[in-house]
Every structure is written in structure tokens, then in C-alpha cells.
């Protein structure tokens, strides 16, 4: 998938249609004034025979202004409508319909200009509360973070592994997006350079930074709880623990799914909101106390502060939107974004199906 924005101006088409209004109202004059000539010289030819009707060539005129005015309504149009869709986001959605592969444009409301505004104002809300700043490495940004995680082989691993793992693929995207954008880091991209080699280096291989303890923890921990599916304790039984498969694309997209995996049953489930998705994020980043990963680092103090999105340090916020941790408060509108991804994809997929069987029993 892909971002699409239009080489259109649409200034230059606004400026056109107000230029063509312009010569249109002088036409309009102008074929009044012919008219009135042409009037006063057809009243001068006094032989019936060689009086020639000279009306038809101011009508023709005054036709040719009011179809100009048409025209410059719909360059308005045009420009409005690129106005809007370069506002927005433009990707194309890879299907399967009829056993062959074609790409499906579908319109999101947001773009990543608009995404990464949110992001800055929110890191800049943060800020202003006098709370210790979340991680942000700024080495990748909003257009590298959105468009690896939209690349369609990415989007197929996301898909494949969140239904593998019982989570939301909403929620796996926006973790990975997050992870590259705030905490991937030039050590992190040599490390993974090694790490495909099968050299391990550092704690965290992958885009997805799931570090090995933590990955451990979360599979002991799913594999100890009573209710989860055989389906899945096949997959934690399954999974290449190895440097080259950890630091992959797909490994490390399967390393945090079990990790969010195991958060969301820690916090009893309670994904509702996009509140408590951005705080499996900031879990995810930060931890939990007595919980997976590094016990003396955490964002959250319990499971009862993690349930209830209050992470560590914000008891005494008053503003109840800052309690959920500077991580998951940074990271909402990727939360948000990914949300309207999947919904509108899910949407468009199911126009596809609809067709595809319409067209089948015909």
C-alpha cells in the first residue's frame, strides 16, 4: 500500500475558475452590446429580401458564455475535491477477486502530515506537564513508520499473525508503527544488520524492538494461563527463537504479537477504547511491575494501575488524560489511525466479497 498524492495545484484551478468567470461576465456584456448593434443594423436593411437576422449570432455568443460559465464551476469542483483528497490519505488496498491480484483505492480522512502534527502537539501537551519526556529517536518519522507497516507483505504478516494470536491487527500495526518511529535508533538498525547475519548484538532486535527476556516472560506466561487456545500454545511451541528469525520483519512482527498478546490478558482484556490500546503501547515500551521483561524498569506500578490506565508517576495529574503515560499519550493518534485503516479496509474488502459473489451467480 502505498500514499498517494496528487500533482495537482489546486490553487492554479481556483485561479482559473475565477479568471474564467471573469471573461465570462465580459462576454455576457459584450453579447448585449452586439446584440443591440446587430439590432440597430438589421433595422437599417429596409428591402425584406436582403434583410439577413443577425440575433442568432449574439445568441450564439451569450450560449457560449453561459456553457463557460458551467466550466468554471466544475474547475472549482476539481480543485475542491484535490483540496480535500491531498488533506487526506489515498492507499491502495492488494486483493485477490477472481483469482487475480489488483489494487483497490480506498480514502482515509487523515494524512501524515495531519498524523504527525497530532503527534508533535500531543508530545508538546506532554511537555508542558513538567513529566519526564517519552522515548522519541526521531531517526524515522511518521512517513517511513506508516508506509513500512502499509507495504502489502507487511500488512499480510500483520493480518496472518494477529489472527494467529487472537489480537487486534489494528493494534499490532500501530505498536509497529510506534516502535519505528519513537524507539528505533542507528544502534538498532546496525544491530538487526548483524542480527540477520545470525550475529546477536543488543537487546532488542527487529523493527519491533522485542527484547529476548521479554519475549520469554510473555511466552512462560501465556503458556502457564488457563485459558488460551490450543491454537495458539502450538504457535509460542512453534516460535524460532533464533537471531535471524527474531530480527526478520515477520519474526519481529510475531515476537510483539505474543507480547501484546500477553498484556492483553493481563489486563483482563479490556481493549475497548483507544485509550487502552495506547496503554498496551505504553506497556509494551515501558512495563509493568512483577510482569514480563525487566522488573526494575516500569511504567506501571500494578496490574490493578494497568488496568486502570494509570501508569506510573501520573497519580496526580488532574488532567485524566495525561494519567495513561507519556508513551501511550504520544502514541494515540497511531492508535486512531490504524483503527480507521483496518475499519475502512475491512469495509472495502467486504464491498469486494459482495461483488465477487454477486458476480458469481450470475
Not at 66 to 92: C, H, M, N, P, R
Amino acid at each position: 500500500m502505498t500514499q498517494v498524492v496528487s500533482s495537482a495545484e489546486p490553487e492554479k484551478l481556483f485561479e482559473y475558475a475565477k479568471r474564467g468567470r471573469w471573461i465570462t461576465f465580459h462576454l455576457d456584456m459584450e453579447s448585449s452590446r452586439l446584440a443591440v448593434h446587430l439590432q440597430r443594423f438589421e433595422n437599417l436593411c429596409t428591402e425584406p429580401a436582403f434583410r439577413v437576422p443577425t440575433d442568432l449570432l449574439a445568441n450564439r455568443l451569450r450560449d457560449f458564455s453561459t456553457d463557460s460559465k458551467v466550466v468554471d464551476e466544475w474547475v472549482e469542483q476539481v480543485g475542491k475535491k484535490f483540496l480535500e483528497a491531498d488533506q487526506g490519505l489515498l492507499i491502495y488496498v492488494q486483493q485477490l477477486t477472481d483469482n487475480q491480484s489488483k489494487l483497490v483505492p480506498v480514502w482515509l480522512s487523515i494524512s501524515y502530515d495531519e498524523l504527525e502534527k497530532q503527534i508533535k502537539e500531543r508530545q508538546k501537551e506532554w511537555g508542558k506537564m513538567g513529566l519526564k519526556k517519552p522515548k522519541d529517536t526521531r531517526l524515522y518519522g511518521v512517513n517511513v513508520a506508516v508506509n513500512t507497516v502499509l507495504h502489502p507483505d507487511n500488512m499480510a504478516t500483520i493480518k496472518y499473525t494477529a489472527q494467529m494470536y487472537d489480537i487486534p491487527p489494528d493494534l499490532l500495526a500501530a505498536v509497529l508503527a510506534a516502535e519505528i518511529d519513537f524507539d528505533y535508533d542507528r544502534g538498532d538498525k546496525y544491530n538487526d544488520s548483524m542480527g540477520i547475519r545470525g550475529i546477536e548484538v543488543g537487546t532488542g532486535p527487529g523493527l519491533a524492538n522485542v527484547h529476548k527476556d521479554t519475549l520469554e516472560d510473555a511466552i512462560k506466561y501465556l503458556k502457564n494461563a488457563e485459558d488460551i487456545p490450543d491454537h495458539i500454545l502450538v504457535s509460542l511451541d512453534e516460535y524460532d527463537m533464533s537471531i535471524q528469525y527474531r530480527a526478520s520483519v515477520p519474526g519481529t512482527i510475531e515476537g510483539a504479537a505474543i507480547v501484546i498478546k500477553a498484556l492483553i490478558h493481563y489486563k483482563e482484556g479490556q481493549i475497548e477504547t483507544a485509550e487502552d490500546k495506547a496503554v498496551i503501547f505504553g506497556a509494551y515500551r515501558a512495563g509493568i511491575k512483577d510482569f514480563i521483561g525487566d522488573s526494575e524498569k516500569y511504567g506501571y506500578i500494578s496490574q490493578e494501575d494497568f488496568i486502570n490506565n494509570l501508569a506510573r508517576g501520573t497519580q496526580n495529574v488532574k488532567d485524566e488524560k495525561f494519567r495513561i503515560g507519556g508513551n501511550a499519550y504520544q502514541a494515540l493518534p497511531y492508535i486512531e489511525f490504524f483503527d480507521e485503516v483496518f475499519e475502512t479496509l475491512s469495509i472495502a474488502e467486504a464491498g469486494q466479497q459482495s461483488q465477487h459473489g454477486g458476480s458469481s451467480k450470475q
